[in-house]
């Protein structure tokens, strides 16, 4: 690492250097990947993740990475469906909740009190108080690897989006979805960090 001039410079197989690491702080904010799924045996769960993002448009991809083979990425496997909700102010205590580590049978929409919706095009529930839900079926399950290919016990779920739910409250007039009124919260730094959206801004791709 270095300490030289303005930038504090480090390589993060040899150590950050500072009280805590840095990178979810540097990489922030991230939506938050609150993921429902469903096992085989039709036992439901409900659980947030750092790690989210869509990748896709045409058609639409969303994905979420696990640290560690949990419940969502068996069920997933398992059933190849999910459904991304919506994270807005409103619930994040109840997001919260439901990032209890609990048994597997334990019904995390119970745990945090909100409403299983049923899903359209996938045998998974949403959640019904989310500003909007995205209904996935799942394309693959990468089990991710390090630069000398050793395989990392972090695993990255890719769904194309079959099924869109959008509140109507959170429908503008102009057919546009409001995100400030949605009011989505993000993952932002260390262990308890979040952020609420801000002052939104026009601001366009220039023209060739």
Same mark, same amino acid.
């Given at each position: 690492?270095?300490?030289?001039?303005?930038? /504090?410079?480090? !390589?993060?197989?040899?150590?950050? %250097? $500072?009280?805590?690491? *840095?990178?979810?702080?540097?990489?922030? &904010?991230? #939506?938050?990947?609150?993921?429902?799924?469903?096992?085989?045996?039709?036992?439901?769960?409900?659980?947030?993740?750092?790690?989210?993002?869509?990748?896709?448009?045409?058609?639409?991809?969303?994905?979420?990475?696990?640290?560690?083979?949990?419940?969502?990425?068996?069920?997933?496997?398992?059933?190849?469906?999910?459904?991304?909700?919506?994270?807005?102010?409103?619930?994040?205590?109840?997001?919260?909740?439901?990032?209890?580590?609990?048994? /597997?049978?334990? !019904?995390?929409?119970?745990?945090? %009190? $909100?409403?299983?919706? *049923?899903?359209?095009?996938?045998?998974? &529930?949403? #959640?019904?108080?989310?500003?909007?839900?995205?209904?996935?079926?799942?394309?693959?399950?990468?089990?991710?690897?390090?630069?000398?290919?050793?395989?990392?016990?972090?695993?990255?779920?890719?769904?194309?989006?079959?099924?869109?739910?959008?509140?109507?409250?959170?429908?503008?007039?102009?057919?546009?979805?409001?995100?400030?009124?949605?009011?989505?919260?993000?993952?932002?730094?260390?262990?308890?960090?979040?952020?609420?959206?801000?002052?939104?801004?026009?601001?366009?791709?220039?023209?060739?």
């Amino acid at each position: 690492m270095s300490h030289s001039g303005d930038v /504090h410079f480090y !390589d993060p197989a040899k150590g950050h %250097g $500072l009280s805590h690491d *840095p990178f979810k702080a540097i990489v922030a &904010p991230r #939506v938050i990947g609150w993921i429902s799924s469903r096992d085989t045996e039709g036992r439901v769960n409900l659980a947030p993740y750092s790690f989210f993002g869509a990748f896709a448009t045409f058609p639409p991809i969303i994905g979420f990475c696990s640290e560690g083979y949990k419940d969502s990425i068996a069920n997933i496997e398992s059933t190849r469906e999910f459904v991304w909700n919506l994270t807005s102010k409103s619930l994040v205590e109840q997001m919260n909740r439901s990032s209890a580590p609990v048994a /597997h049978d334990v !019904d995390e929409f119970e745990l945090a %009190g $909100l409403t299983k919706a *049923p899903g359209i095009n996938v045998n998974v &529930p949403h #959640v019904g108080e989310s500003p909007a839900s995205l209904e996935c079926k799942l394309l693959q399950v990468v089990r991710m690897h390090d630069l000398e290919g050793k395989p990392m016990n972090n695993w990255l779920a890719l769904g194309q989006v079959v099924g869109v739910h959008i509140r109507r409250e959170f429908l503008r007039e102009d057919g546009l979805f409001d995100t400030a009124k949605a009011h989505p919260v993000m993952r932002a730094g260390y262990l308890g960090d979040y952020a609420e959206i801000g002052a939104m801004f026009d601001l366009r791709r220039p023209k060739a």
